[in-house]
């Protein structure tokens, strides 16, 4: 039987990548969009007419009880859940002193709440199958700090404690717990840098190249077939930090 995959924010980006791969090697998906409807439609409509199997599903992953709709359409679909990939996430860049309480709330649910939220759902259910697999997309700013994205710096180092802590609590359940921490990679996300500032990072990558969504994905393809990895926070970067 066909393992169940959710992947949050799975319309764009990182997460449409993780979506296509995956449901090309035959995993049932749960796509989960909230702004990017037209994008989510289009997968879907592209991979069912290819005899894949992707569900879509709209869903604020920053609020509660949008968690829980998402999570009951999935075991209503499915049956049980595999595979949770929490990868849904906003960045923002603004001095520090110019962050607003209300930027540093957003931060937090959108980029750390929606975890913690998405993994208490789902863990009941894995719990009950005594396996399951989140992987938690982190930053590489979690683990060196960022200049004018310190509440994202600080959303994604709780993302990290957070996959370290529930791997402990979870590996007797044999529910593995793993982070990947991406350097920059190829999105919306960075479509606000000039091209001069792309190069100028580029001669800080020791592989001379920023990333693109496929690298990732590969990964949690990876993560998804091993057996013996969890804890860890899994650096993709072109060696940027070492
Ligand atoms: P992106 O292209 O901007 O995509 C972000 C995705 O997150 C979209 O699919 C968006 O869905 C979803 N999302 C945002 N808020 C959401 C919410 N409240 N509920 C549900 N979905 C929500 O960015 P990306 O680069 O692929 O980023 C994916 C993940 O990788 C993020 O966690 C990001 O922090 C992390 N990351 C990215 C980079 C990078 O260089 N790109 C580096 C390190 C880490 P809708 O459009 O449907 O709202």
């Not at 996959?163 to 044999?174: D, R």
């Not at 860890?232 to 072109?238: L, P, T």
Request: proline share 1%.
């Amino acid at each position: 039987m066909s393992k169940t995959v959710i992947v949050t924010g799975g319309s764009k980006g990182i997460g449409s990548a993780i979506v296509k791969l995956l449901a090309e090697e035959r995993y049932n998906i749960v796509l989960n969009y909230n702004k990017s409807e037209s994008e989510a439609k289009k997968i879907q409509k592209e991979f069912t007419e290819k005899g894949y199997i992707v569900e879509i599903f709209k869903a604020d992953v920053s609020k509660r009880e949008e968690v829980k709709k998402l999570v009951d359409f999935a075991i209503e679909k499915f049956k049980k859940i595999d595979v949770l990939i929490n990868n849904a996430g906003i960045t923002q860049t603004k001095l520090f002193t110019d962050i607003t309480e209300k930027d540093w709330n957003t931060m937090m649910n959108v980029n750390l709440n929606s975890v913690f939220y998405m993994s208490q759902e789902v863990i009941s259910y894995m719990i009950k199958q005594k396996e399951g697999l989140i992987i938690n997309i982190s930053s590489i700013w979690a683990l060196t700090g960022s200049s004018c994205e310190v509440h994202y710096s600080v959303a994604k180092a709780g993302v990290d404690a957070m996959t370290k802590s529930l791997a402990k609590e979870l590996g007797p359940s044999n529910i593995r717990v793993n982070s990947i921490a991406p350097g920059i990679i190829d999105t919306d996300m960075n479509k606000h840098l000039s091209e001069k500032e792309i190069k100028n990072i580029e001669e800080e990558i020791p592989l001379e190249k920023i990333g693109k969504t496929y690298d990732i994905a590969k990964c949690v393809k990876w993560l998804i077939e091993d057996e013996y990895t969890t804890g860890q926070i899994i650096s993709i970067n072109g060696g940027w930090n070492i």
